[in-house]
């Protein structure tokens, strides 16, 4: 994250969401939020305000909505190469399973991936995630998993690491060399779990905070996961799985057993799963765009958030099943396609993925936490949902700093 630590004073706060207790002021009152050296130090009613933040470089919110700066679970917005056409053979009738099996899909964008140089790869993500930041995200994770090889693997992840420096927002590293097995290992699938849970994962785990492993049929199976898994704990990084998306294939199970930080998709996840996610603490990310875009039924938000496991929210921005960047629409989707209340989807883009990444300072406005926060030109975060297909975001601040 490339941004100084400032000192900022809100004002003219209608609706003020902190995910931290009492949110909303009573009916008539305005709050106001202090933010110095990058950090909240006090939130209430502006009434309240102590005469030492009153000089502070002040941002009237206008009456407008504030709520913490979105957090996005789940990411690929490092790539190279476009699959547009993918998107219309698949509203010809092709299944992603079959564009697969054709070389399409995640192979596609390996191919591209490797072809590109490091700065190829920043200039395009920066592109995207620039994006993201204008419409309120301000902490994203971002996978490796279109190298697919040890060289280009490793090139993804230092790009992570170089956007991070050099752009206002927060970047999470995630090692996803178990995306797909890669063309050249057809028919040696052993092979390629032994390098990810080998070679591979030596060299990216210096640069990752989580390893992720696709376990589902048309990618790993709940046995190769758990080899790399065990691989991915010993060399220090904390996991998270995408699953139950295509199939029920025992993953949710799975990451409850090993005590994931999260499980990604859970499309098809059972009740007993929920249950086993609930009793982990594994939150649980819901990816409402890939539903949306590969025109697939939703996860059931609904049963999902009332079954106790944290629920957390993501774009799943990438070039085949979800080319989407902005979490305001995530929201407008899991509330009208999924079933959570604005208020749920609004607190699972913020507190829940700020929980899911381990975060405890994000997702949240209050003292000690990050000076992370969006304002809207609008009064409600309901808004949001209520109308989505407008840009609502009016600020952004990032540690104190307006940053859109």
Request: proline share 4%; glycine share 10%.
């Amino acid at each position: 994250m490339a941004t100084d630590s400032g000192s900022l004073l809100v004002t003219g706060i209608g609706e003020l969401t902190t995910n931290d207790g009492a949110s909303t002021p009573a009916e008539g009152v305005t709050a106001a939020l202090v933010v110095v050296a990058g950090s909240v130090a006090w939130v209430g009613p502006e009434t309240e305000l102590a005469a030492e933040h009153r000089d502070l470089p002040a941002i009237d919110a206008g009456g407008g909505a504030v709520l913490p700066g979105f957090v996005d679970a789940h990411t690929h917005v490092v790539f190279a190469g476009d699959r547009g056409d993918e998107f219309a053979r698949r509203l010809r009738g092709d299944t992603y399973e079959a564009i697969l099996a054709a070389g399409g899909g995640i192979r596609s964008t390996v191919r591209a991936t490797r072809r590109a140089d490091s700065e190829e790869l920043e200039t395009s993500a920066a592109g995207r995630l620039r994006h993201m930041l204008a419409a309120g995200t301000t902490t994203v994770e971002v996978k490796s998993g279109y190298g697919l090889d040890l060289a280009t693997e490793v090139r993804m992840l230092e790009a992570v690491h170089a956007l991070d420096a050099a752009l206002p927002i927060d970047l999470v590293p995630t090692f996803l060399g178990a995306h797909v097995v890669p063309a050249e290992y057809d028919g040696r699938r052993s092979d390629y779990v032994a390098l990810v849970a080998g070679e591979m994962m030596r060299a990216a785990a210096p640069l990752a905070e989580f390893c992720d492993v696709f376990c589902d049929d048309a990618a790993f199976s709940v046995d190769e996961a758990r080899t790399i898994a065990a691989a991915a704990v010993g060399a220090g990084l904390r996991l998270r799985l995408h699953t139950e998306q295509l199939s029920h294939s025992g993953g949710a199970a799975l990451a409850a057993e090993l005590g994931a930080a999260s499980a990604d998709h859970l499309d098809h996840a059972t009740d007993d799963d929920l249950a086993a996610l609930a009793a982990a603490g594994t939150a649980a990310v819901l990816l409402p765009a890939v539903s949306f875009s590969l025109r697939l039924p939703y996860p059931d938000g609904r049963r999902i958030w009332d079954s106790g496991v944290t629920v957390a929210l993501g774009t799943d921005c990438n070039p085949g099943s979800a080319f989407v960047e902005t979490m305001p629409f995530v929201i407008a989707l899991a509330t009208q396609a999924c079933g959570l209340l604005p208020e749920e989807a609004v607190w699972a883009a913020t507190r829940g993925s700020a929980l899911s990444l381990g975060a405890d300072d994000r997702g949240r406005l209050a003292p000690g936490s990050a000076g992370d926060l969006v304002i809207l030109d609008a009064p409600s975060r309901t808004h949001l949902s209520y109308r989505p297909d407008g840009n609502l975001v009016a600020s952004v601040v990032k540690s104190g700093v307006v940053v859109a």
